[in-house]
């Protein structure tokens, strides 16, 4: 049958009365309006069984050639998946099967045509490469897979807000268009701002730092964009960043506020989404007990004793930590100042572990950062809140002073003594979820090679 035969029809004033996992006993023999999509069809001729999927999952169609206008039967038939419709019919209990229930249509409503066989359905496809997927990610967020990595997503957002919430933390929004860099010029994309040039926020924080003097504690769940220049499977060029900042507390509250939001999280996952981590197979990591906290010091001596080669005041590479950390998360503490930005407070090392002959003192942050296994997951510190070593640190860092004069100048005005953090959500979805690619903890994901869709 030619494909233009079969026309669209419009919504009309049908509407859904039920989703698919509302069909049950309480129905049966009943009339309902379910809308969705086909997710799959089988064709025996003069019956048709379709799959019609919505939000909630999928009921069963039985189409029987005899009890419908001809051609509508014949458009049926030659629906490709993912075409839309609408279905009034009766709910009827399925013969052979338990508990399940399918629906004979009386009348059907064809929506939305798909014109072209999709390259996947809603299975797995790891025969398909990502970069296809990618390209049509729309559909692919259909799949199974994915709509399961989103319901998680929902729900470890709704706990994160519910964790501030509770903690009389305050929801806040800075601006994404911003006149300097937080860390410096690298990764920034500029942009035009009218007649001059500006960036897009690399991070929100300076303001956020500066909310603390008007709220106290503040949170914010936003984007940070970072031109990233090389491939990997856990950057992408726009993320989620998860801040929060606290005025009267040092870097140890702030490791304890988020130790207890991510033990948080992960309560909430395995409360709500029980049904879904069975689907993936997959057991969340098991927190016994706090969150070891381990001195950057410490740990490279343990690196080096391990003939791994690292040198004190090197950057901690996920290659250089394999085979050392299992999927466990523990925090790396008091890293050298030198590797961390010129808002972070510094201390002295007071310790006797100098190597021998070295007689400088190593100058080390109030700093940490939070690992699952290898991976990265959020870092934090406290804060300098004082000017004076505030302009100390930026021009030890080679920043320009008059640059960051919108900042300074509330330093004129006691800023209290705050720490905080950021926390990259779609890092703790991989981790969570154990995702080998950041790229499908995201909706759109965005890198050096791809900006559309
Ligand atoms: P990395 O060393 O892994 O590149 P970073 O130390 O540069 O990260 P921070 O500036 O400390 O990143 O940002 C805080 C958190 O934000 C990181 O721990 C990470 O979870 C997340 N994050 C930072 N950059 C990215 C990115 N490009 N893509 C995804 N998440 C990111
Ligand atoms: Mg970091």
């Keep these: 049958m030619d494909e233009k035969l079969i026309v669209e029809d419009t919504l009309g004033d049908w509407r859904r009365t039920h989703y698919s996992s509302e069909i049950s006993h309480s129905v049966v023999n009943s009339e309902v309006i379910v809308i969705g999509w086909i997710s799959s069809k089988r064709d025996h001729g003069n019956v048709l069984f379709a799959l019609l999927?919505?939000?909630?999952?999928?009921?069963?169609?039985?189409?029987?050639?005899?009890?419908?206008?001809?051609?509508?039967?014949?458009?049926?038939?030659?629906?490709?998946?993912?075409?839309?419709?609408?279905?009034?019919?009766?709910?009827?209990?399925q013969k052979n099967e338990n508990g399940s229930f399918e629906i004979i249509p009386k009348e059907i409503k064809i929506l939305s045509i798909s014109n072209k066989p999709a390259p996947f359905l809603t299975q797995a496809v790891s025969s398909i490469g990502i970069d296809t997927r990618l390209d049509l990610r729309a559909i692919d967020?259909?799949?199974?897979?994915?709509?399961?990595?989103?319901?998680?997503?929902?729900?470890?957002?709704?706990?994160?807000?519910?964790?501030?919430?509770?903690?009389?933390?305050?929801?806040?929004?800075?601006?994404k268009m911003i006149a300097t860099a937080t860390e410096g010029g690298a990764a920034l994309f500029p942009i035009f701002y009218y007649d001059r040039e500006a960036f897009l926020a690399q991070s929100p924080q300076l303001?956020?730092?500066?909310?603390?003097?008007?709220?106290?504690?503040?949170?914010?769940?936003?984007?940070?964009?970072?031109?990233?220049?090389?491939?990997t499977n856990r950057h992408l060029s726009e993320a989620i960043s998860v801040d929060a900042e606290k005025a009267y507390v040092n870097y140890d509250d702030a490791?304890?506020?988020?130790?207890?939001?991510?033990?948080?999280?992960?309560?909430?996952?395995?409360?709500?989404?029980?049904?879904?981590?069975?689907?993936?197979?997959?057991?969340l990591p098991e927190?016994?007990?706090?969150?070891?906290?381990?001195?950057?010091?410490?740990?490279?001596?343990?690196?080096?004793?391990?003939?791994?080669?690292?040198?004190?005041?090197?950057?901690?590479?996920?290659?250089?930590?394999?085979?050392m950390f299992g999927d466990e998360f523990y925090f790396i503490t008091d890293w050298p100042a030198s590797t961390k930005p010129?808002?972070?407070?510094?201390?002295?090392?007071?310790?006797?572990?100098?190597?021998?002959?070295?007689?400088?003192?190593?100058?080390?942050?109030?700093?940490?950062?939070?690992?699952?296994?290898?991976?990265?997951?959020?870092?934090?510190?406290?804060?300098?809140?004082?000017?004076?070593?505030?302009m100390e640190q930026m021009k030890n860092k080679g920043l320009n002073l008059e640059a960051f004069d919108y900042h300074l100048r509330i330093f004129d005005y006691a800023v209290p003594p705050h720490a905080g953090f950021g926390l990259g959500l779609e890092r703790l979805i991989m981790a969570l979820l154990k995702l080998e690619n950041i790229r499908d903890a995201t909706f759109y994901p965005r890198d050096i090679d791809r900006l559309a869709p």
Aim: avoid cysteine; hydrophobic fraction near 35%.
């Design 287 to 323: 927190i016994s007990g706090p969150f070891p906290r381990l001195a950057y010091s410490d740990l490279v001596s343990k690196l080096q004793e391990n003939h791994k080669y690292i040198r004190w005041g090197d950057d901690i590479s996920p290659k250089i930590l394999r085979d």
């Design 207 to 231: 303001y956020k730092e500066q909310l603390t003097m008007a709220f106290e504690s503040v949170y914010e769940i936003a984007p940070i964009f970072r031109a990233e220049p090389s491939r």
């Design 255 to 283: 490791m304890d506020i988020l130790e207890n939001l991510i033990k948080h999280v992960v309560d909430s996952i395995k409360h709500h989404n029980l049904t879904d981590l069975k689907e993936l197979e997959l057991d």
């Design 342 to 390: 010129f808002y972070v407070k510094s201390k002295l090392d007071k310790s006797d572990q100098k190597p021998h002959g070295e007689n400088d003192e190593r100058i080390l942050s109030e700093s940490f950062d939070l690992m699952f296994g290898t991976l990265e997951l959020s870092s934090g510190s406290t804060r300098i809140n004082n000017k004076v070593e505030l």
């Design 141 to 175: 967020l259909r799949r199974d897979y994915l709509q399961i990595i989103f319901r998680i997503r929902r729900n470890i957002l709704k706990s994160i807000r519910n964790y501030f919430d509770q903690n009389h933390f305050v929801e806040v929004n800075t601006p």
């Design 53 to 93: 999927r919505d939000r909630y999952g999928d009921i069963q169609l039985v189409v029987k050639k005899k009890e419908l206008p001809k051609e509508l039967f014949d458009s049926l038939r030659n629906l490709k998946e993912h075409s839309s419709i609408a279905v009034k019919g009766i709910v009827v209990e």
